[in-house]
């Protein structure tokens, strides 16, 4: 059978650019036909890491979002990619490591053993016991129901244990929002997360540090008492948390047909929080919440090229067209279905064309081309997705 060498970039880390950085490199045989569990074995024996926490990835343009292999129609359409590219170094594989392995094993952790009080409840409490190495050595034993998901978690104390460090940030918003007050942010990384009082000499004081080989986050020092002047931190309007407010809202932006104004977020925050927003504030706390339901739009443009190519793949006889300006921006996207271009010698010879104006972020038009079947009734032949600044033809 077939193999084809591939570039491993492994032990690496994704930027805010969607570039791979700071990886190694190895090389690896694989054959054309493998499925994805062959694929993710033998990277892990290359790798000598266990299968379940690689995540293997590939981009397949600078400037596009790293596409996920997770199926065995997924290692296909890498297989194909690969097939029509040049040189081993072309489309390499990214291959991370997850972090949020909260079930461990003796490979991984070392395991202490479970004292009698904490057997007898083995029966219907799932405890999990393992060295964390943070700081000293300290033994945890960590109930699942102890670890906090909940981003509106109100009480915050020393020694919590959260799900990773962005429910406890949206948390500490809430709590700054709830006390009207203010902090700073001392240091956020993967690692550690320090918050302090906007005053300098103030004792208030969060310290929180990710627990070892996972995205657990313990909060080792929160000192809730503040020593500086209240006018300098009771100032809820100065600090309005944008991504806070947009976490409260969202769920009243599910519907995209409700109607919910920024006039009805300030009413509603200060009816809730005591907290006077401004217009423009509001609006941007609803935009962000909207970009947290439904993503960017930008980054659903970035996905098209590789929409348009699952759907010949899938659609054997398909035809697609994306065309972009000199600077890679989008011009128009064409699509038709093989099943309508074969149904096409079945239908009347009349084409109707259509349009409607997108209301999206980029706006633009949409195109459809239809005609009837024999029966009368309508059949899609094509449709369009024009920008609105471009007069785009049909092919």
């Known amino acids: 059978m077939e193999k084809i060498p591939i570039l491993l970039q492994h032990s690496g880390e994704w930027d805010d650019n969607n570039n791979f950085i700071n ?13 994805f569990e062959q694929l993710l074995r033998e990277n892990a024996k290359q ?9 293997i990835q590939y981009v397949i343009a600078q400037g596009y979002l790293p596409i996920t292999i997770c199926s065995d129609m997924s290692v296909s359409v890498y297989m194909e990619l690969k097939k029509s590219s040049a040189g081993m170094t072309t489309l390499p594989l990214c291959v991370s490591f997850a972090k949020n392995t909260i079930a461990a ?17 083995e029966s219907t409490d799932m405890i999990t016991t393992f060295d964390v190495q ?49 902090y700073r942010v001392h240091k956020s990384c993967p690692r550690r997360y320090i918050l302090e009082c906007v005053d300098e000499r103030c004792t208030w004081r969060l310290k929180a540090s990710s627990l070892r080989a996972s995205n657990l986050f313990k909060v080792t020092d929160f000192n809730y008492v503040h020593s500086c002047l209240t006018n300098k ?30 006039t009805d977020i300030q009413r509603d925050i200060q009816k809730a929080y005591g907290m006077d927003l401004s217009y423009i504030q509001a609006w941007r706390s ?14 659903s443009y970035k996905k098209m090229p590789t929409y348009l190519y699952m759907l010949e793949y899938a659609n054997p006889g398909s035809v697609t067209r994306l065309h972009t300006e000199g600077d890679g921006s989008f011009l128009y996207a064409f699509i038709t279905i093989y099943a309508s271009i074969r149904g ?21 038009t949409i195109l459809t081309a239809s005609t009837q079947d024999a029966e009368g009734q309508i059949l899609p032949l094509a449709y369009a997705i024009v920008d609105s600044e471009n007069d785009a033809s049909w092919e």
Not at 23 to 35: C, G, N, P
Not at 239 to 257: E, G, M, R, T, Y
Not at 286 to 299: G, M, T, V
């Open 23 to 35: 990886f190694h490199v190895d090389a690896i045989l694989i054959k054309t036909y493998w499925k």
């Open 47 to 55: 790798l000598q890491k266990d299968s379940k926490t690689i995540v």
């Open 105 to 121: 094993s003796t490979s991984s952790f070392d395991v202490a053993p479970i004292s009698p009080e904490i057997a007898q409840f």
């Open 134 to 182: 943070e700081g000293d050595d300290v033994i945890l034993e960590l109930d699942d129901a102890n670890i906090i998901t909940d981003q509106f978690h109100q009480n915050v104390e020393k020694g919590q244990i959260y799900e990773d460090k962005n429910p406890l940030a949206l948390v500490m918003k809430q709590y700054v929002v709830r006390e009207k007050c203010q």
């Open 233 to 262: 931190r009771f100032c809820s309007q100065k600090q309005v948390v944008s991504a806070f407010i947009a976490a409260v809202v969202q769920d009243k932006l599910v519907d995209p047909k409700t109607i919910y104004t920024p």
């Open 286 to 299: 609803k935009e962000k919440a909207i970009q947290l339901l439904r993503r960017s739009p930008s980054e």
């Open 344 to 364: 096409w010698v079945y239908c009347r010879p009349t084409v109707v064309v259509d349009g409607s104006f997108l209301k999206s972020t980029y706006r633009g």
